[in-house]
C-alpha cells in the first residue's frame, strides 16, 4: 500500500482511486460513528465504509488542503477564512449524538446545556478542497459543546503554531502562514467570548504535543485578545 499522508497518531494509505486506509493507534469505533453521523445529514465529510479496531477505511477525497491551496496561491486568505467559518456554521447547526461526550481533557464545553457538534481542530490542513467542495477530516477531537469553543480552539491552534517547528517540509507548505496568521485570528476571535478563549488555552495546554515554546506563544495571545 502506497502512504499517501498521516500525522503524529496515524498514517493514511490508499488502497485505490476511491478509498484510503486510515491506520492508528486508537480504536476508530466512536470516530466513525460520528463521521457516518454527519455524512448522513449531508455535512462534507469522507464516507466511512468499514472501521475494525483502529483501522477505519473511507472515501479517499481528490484534492489539496486549504493550507496548501493558500500556499499555491489557488485561494487567498480572505476566501480560506470564509471556508472555515462556513464549516464551522455548517458543522454547529447539527444537534450532536446521546452518546458524544462534552467534556475533554478535564474541561467540560457543554456546561450550558448547549450540545452541538465541535470538532476541536478545525484549522487549513485538516480541510481538503476537492471538485465538490470542501471536505473536513480528522475527527479524533470531536466532543459536544457550544459553538463558540469550538472556534475558540481554532483562534488557539492558530495563535500557537510556528510553522518552523513542525519540520521543513511541512515548514515550506506553510509559508503563507504568516502573513494570514491575523486575519485567521481575528476571524475566530470575533467568534468566541474570553472565557472561552481561556478554556481553549487550557486545553491546548493539557495537549501532551503542546511544547512549551507553543505555550508561551499562547499565553502572550491570549493576554492580547
Known sequence: ?????????????????????????????????????????????????AAEGADMTMERL???????????????????????????????EIDAPAELRGSTRGLAM????????????????????T?????????TNAIAGAPEYDFA???AIIAGVDPGELGPELASQLA????ARAELLAAFRE??????LETAVAYRFA???TNAAESERLRKALKAS
Do not use: C
Open 110 to 129: 457543554d456546561a450550558n446545556g448547549i450540545r452541538k457538534v465541535l470538532h476541536l481542530d478545525l484549522h487549513p490542513e485538516n480541510v481538503v478542497v
Open 131 to 139: 471538485d465538490a467542495g470542501a471536505f473536513l477530516i480528522d475527527w
Open 1 to 49: 500500500m502506497e502512504q499517501i499522508g498521516g500525522g503524529r497518531a496515524s498514517q493514511v494509505f490508499a488502497l485505490d482511486d476511491r478509498r484510503v486506509l486510515r491506520r492508528g493507534a486508537f480504536d476508530a469505533a466512536a470516530e466513525a460513528r460520528l463521521m457516518r453521523y454527519l455524512h448522513g445529514l449531508g455535512f462534507p465529510v469522507p464516507e466511512v465504509f
Open 176 to 179: 503563507w502562514f504568516e502573513t
Open 62 to 92: 481528490h484534492g489539496r488542503t486549504l493550507g496548501a491551496e493558500v500556499n499555491a496561491g489557488a485561494i487567498g486568505v480572505p476566501e480560506a477564512a470564509e471556508i472555515l467559518l462556513d464549516l464551522h456554521d455548517r458543522l454547529h
Open 207 to 209: 495537549d501532551p504535543n
Open 191 to 196: 467568534r468566541a467570548a474570553p472565557p472561552a
Open 153 to 155: 480552539v481554532s483562534w
